[in-house]
């Protein structure tokens, strides 16, 4: 145990006290002083001498304070000890009360009680200046709230502060609120493991032929703009057709699981199945369904090469190019038309960059496509043109 602060407290306080004796001696001299009525002149004259001295004193003691204040140019500066000493010293002599403070010697009333309860706890009376809020939320209690998020991703913030208090560890829901609002806290990962997974993540997927390799996510979708609806998107990597995009009534896996079946019935089951590790991806009525179709399930990194990005550009166009130019989702059978009309266009009308050019349809069912030459300039006899008038768009494209 250090000493030495011990002791500084100790003398400081004794200083003070005995400022405060002091003090109290001065105050009853004036008191007396002041009851001065029946005597000579000459006392009643030493008396007013006396009181008239130690207004003197105070005024005295509250420009020499204010002054070294000013001296040093910057008026918010900390109090140094030597200061700070001063200022209690003439405050327990003088006897100024706490609200007088501010007026007299130029300081707030909290910096005289910092300051105080410093002394009581050894400190130097300095604001303490941490690197991290003293009311940050620990790492393991933050880890925990994703990990009960991760296990019930149904759960709203109210629930799982709930499920914290009932462990002994109270969280406020809107702490809860904000911690889910940050991005999720990753585990440091020893340099080599670092690189490994960079590369691992950089290696793209490559397929050579359709219903090899297909991709899958959900999205949130709003209908009448206040009901959410998780729509299930899934993409073949060889041709980018669009071989599922599907409403679910639900959130979890049984609805998924439904709507794949019925993509595997239309296109056939894929030889593997790549997507991120969603709950709903990752539960074991979702495995055994993979199982049972004979797919074999990847887990790829979102944003990434090797990844689901193919399948989340495939949703920034659904909601892009398509639901942002309906008006309103106007309930469930809307959105299944709307969805379905989509798969339609993306597939036969909308052309891809990565293909050439070429439609998604065009590709899956191998016909011969050549990409057009700088000098075509000229319009073929016959063009087809659809609209579509729930999302007011109108596609070309050559009639067969």
Known sequence: MNLFPAAVSLTVQAMLLGARWAGRRRHLCLEQAAGVSD??????????????????????????????RLRKGNVRRPYEPRERLRILWLREYFQIPRRRLREMLGVSRSSVHRWLKALRENASGR???????????????????WEILGQNP???????????????????????????LRPRPQEPLPAAQSA??????????TATSPNQTWSLDRTRVWRW???????????????????????????????????????FRRHGPPEELVSDKDPVFTCEAFQKFLRRWGVRQRFGRLGRHGSVAVTERAILT???EWLRRAAIIRGADHLELLLSEFAVY????????TLGGATPDVIHRRVYWEHPDRSAKTLPPRIERRHFAEARVTAFRIAA
């Open 225 to 263: 703009g206040i009901w959410p609806t998780w729509v299930l998107v899934a993409v073949d990597h060889f041709s980018r057709k669009l071989v599922s995009a599907s409403s679910l009534y639900g959130s979890d896996g049984g609805w998924v699981i439904e709507a794949m079946e019925g993509a």
């Open 39 to 68: 005597h000579s002149r000459v006392d009643e004259l030493k008396a007013r001498v006396l009181l008239l001295e130690d207004a003197l004193a105070l005024r005295d003691a509250h420009i020499e304070v204010l002054e070294q």
């Open 154 to 180: 149904l759960w709203g913030r109210h629930r799982i502060a709930m499920a914290l208090w009932a462990i002994g560890v109270f969280l406020a829901p809107s702490t809860v609120r904000d911690i889910l």
């Open 196 to 205: 490994r997974k960079r590369r691992r993540c950089s290696v793209r997927i």
């Open 318 to 320: 659904l909601k892009r």
């Open 127 to 145: 604001r303490a200046r941490h690197k991290e809020p003293a009311n940050k939320t620990p790492q393991d209690i933050v880890a925990l709230v």
């Open 346 to 353: 993306y597939n036969e009308y909308r052309g891809h960059m």
